[in-house]
């Protein structure tokens, strides 16, 4: 099994932060990577330490939405949300990152990467050339966070009609069905039988 | 909306074609070919846009979206007890199983473990969902082939899997039963019984099945070195679940992971396939619906006792942190990325379903084949509408 030792040695300079998490014998690791070396991380990757399964790519918008979550009382005052933006695991300084994950498919060690993409240019290198099978998932990234893939074939939408406006997954857009009519799921609150001291809510 | 979107394809499709000259010689008219959305052989509304030279496919692209209904989206207002009710939908024939990977990240991050009981009857629901969705695809082979024997055999035995499922769980489709912690009740009386029985039966039905299909003439003239793909683009494209063992790859997640389930507590085995066709496919999707019945009755025979549900609060909280968790569902690798921030729900889920890689690789195999072929290929990699949308 490739250790973070092995894989931040054979990926030198590309390396931006790195973070391990598990029980000894299933440790999972995550590996943040320079934007510019993305593709370069992907090849590196599969020819020296044979991470030669590609298992998914997506992005993450680390932005609190302004929205919250709709859950709470719509008659209540609402609360005002931080809108302070907190990378996960292995760091970062963008509001967008895109991560994916390399599978070695003979020691079975999986490895998720992260790359910070730039809040003004939203453009990435497009793995396409290197792993066949992210060009749908790159399709799919392209649409729902509005993230370019340099590089790439063909960004036409997969599941949207060519003509929407908007980012779906981005956390500035509002799932509208919640907004016109509020969930009842933490809005129905009714005591459970046999009372005790509830902090109230549905299961 | 649509209407655009389908001429700027369109469009899009005539240009890729003009490159793609053949049989300059014989002057013979290409053809566009629209398969679906509404189609016997596609297991819902997948749309193929097929451009013909003749009885040859130049260029095909399977277009999606057609049931898109953004649970990524939706599982970020939903607290996570909540989310179960909408991943049973994505897989809608393995409902049980789209629940199992998403509680054990909630629980990896809560950093809690279901009793061992709960264990073991979490992995046999897992091997039920597998043989009701497996064993609707024997009998759908064969309609998609031109056989219309077998999906009787199929509906009539898969009814019995369906029963235990709703015995077990209220549920027949959508179960909804597995819970942070355990699970949400124990099995019925006299459940166990009746799973020995139904056990035997589906063994017989796949002895049927490889009877009257596997054993075929017809049946191995349309699948033998039919949509072969070697090792290194299965790997390439993420194909998992059968469609990877069958191109030779020996991995499966069930045995090859550590993971809080009972598949490690018992012997059995993986099956693999070097050829790459839609035989080895097919072949090993047969043999997988006959262990999972082993399975199931190994760990019957083997289910401890002891409670089904650890101690969780009331309201669940999950701590901050990511985590990845994939299973060996019946249609391959389904995976659940889940980050939380500590709140009642997810921040952020990323659903990593088998059907979306494996049928990301039809553009590359369909060129090429020929149209009787189409059927015989996407039958073969089995996909589930809403296993690629979401």
């Known amino acids: 099994m490739s250790s973070l030792a092995e894989i931040t040695a054979v990926l030198g300079d590309a390396v931006e932060e790195s973070f391990e998490k598990g029980p000894e014998g299933n440790v999972d690791t995550w590996v943040r ?25 997506s992005a993450i918008d680390w932005m609190p939405s302004p929205y919250g979550r709709g859950e709470e009382d719509p008659t209540a005052e609402r609360e005002p949300i931080d809108p302070t933006i907190r990378q996960g695991y292995a760091g970062g300084s963008t509001r967008m990152q895109v991560f994916a994950r390399l599978v070695n498919h003979r020691t079975h060690h999986g490895l998720t990467l992260k790359a910070d993409v730039p809040d003004d240019a939203m453009t990435i290198d497009s793995w396409v050339g290197v792993f066949a099978g992210a060009n749908w998932h790159e399709r799919e990234t392209h649409e729902m966070f509005g993230i370019n893939f340099a590089g790439h074939p063909d960004l036409r939408n997969m599941y949207l009609p060519t003509d929407f406006e908007g980012h779906p997954l981005r956390k500035d857009f509002p799932l509208l069905a919640r907004i016109v009519k509020p969930w009842p799921g933490i809005v129905d609150v009714e005591p459970l039988p046999g009372g005790g001291d509830d902090e109230g809510g549905a299961e | 909306m649509t209407m655009l979107g389908d001429r700027q394809q369109l469009a899009y499709i005539a240009s890729q074609a003009a490159d793609a000259r053949v049989n300059v010689e014989l002057e013979t008219e290409g053809m566009t070919l629209n398969i679906g959305p509404q189609h016997p052989a596609t297991h819902g509304t997948l749309r193929i846009i097929a451009r013909l030279d003749g009885e040859q496919v130049l260029w095909a692209e399977p277009s999606c979206g057609y049931m898109h209904r953004g649970y990524e989206k ?34 990896q991050l809560m950093g809690i473990e279901a009793p061992p009981r ?22 759908d082979l064969g309609v998609q082939l031109g056989a219309i024997t077998p ?50 039966k589906m063994r017989k039905f796949c ?54 389930m009972a598949w490690d507590k018992i012997d059995w085995k993986v099956w693999t396939h070097p050829d ?32 089904v549900m650890a101690k969780v609060p009331r309201i669940i909280k999950v701590p901050e942190g990511e985590a990845w968790v994939a299973t060996e569902n019946p249609l391959g690798e389904m995976g659940y990325y889940v980050v939380s921030k500590g709140e009642l729900g997810p921040f952020r889920v990323k659903i990593r379903s088998a059907s979306f ?17 189409i059927i015989t290929i996407l039958a073969s990699l089995y996909f589930i509408l809403g296993d690629i949308d979401r």
């Open chain 1, 33 to 57: 990577v320079k934007t510019s070396a993305w593709r370069e991380v992907a090849e590196t990757l599969r020819e020296k330490l044979g991470y030669d399964y590609f298992c998914f790519l």
């Open chain 2, 74 to 107: 939706l599982t970020e207002v939903r607290t996570f007890p909540q989310v179960t009710a909408l991943i049973n939908r994505i897989d809608w024939l393995g409902s049980f199983a789209n629940e199992v990977p998403f509680i054990l990240a909630a629980e």
């Open chain 2, 118 to 139: 709960a264990q073991w009857i979490r992995t046999i629901l897992f091997e039920l969902s597998r043989i009701a969705n497996v064993s609707l695809f024997l009998g």
């Open chain 2, 151 to 200: 999906v009787f055999f199929a509906f009539r035995d898969r009814e019995y899997v369906l029963n235990l499922i709703e015995g077990a769980t209220g549920g027949r489709f959508h179960p909804n039963f597995d819970r942070i912690g355990g699970l949400k009740d124990d099995l019925p009386a006299g459940w166990i019984d009746e799973t020995r029985a139904v056990m035997r």
């Open chain 2, 207 to 260: 002895d049927e099945i490889e009877g009257l299909l596997f054993g075929n003439e017809i049946f191995e003239a349309r699948t033998r070195g039919i949509g072969v793909i070697p090792r290194d683009v299965a790997l390439q494209y993420g194909l998992s679940g059968a469609n990877l063992r069958g191109s030779g790859v020996d991995w499966d997640l069930r045995r090859d992971q550590k993971l809080p």
């Open chain 2, 276 to 307: 790459g066709d839609s035989y080895a496919r097919c072949w090993i999707r047969l043999q997988e619906v006959r262990e999972s019945t082993f399975i199931v009755e190994k760990l019957l025979d083997s289910l401890p006792s002891g409670p």
């Open chain 2, 357 to 373: 890689n494996n049928i990301s690789i039809v553009p590359w195999l369909l060129k090429g084949v020929y149209v009787p072929d």
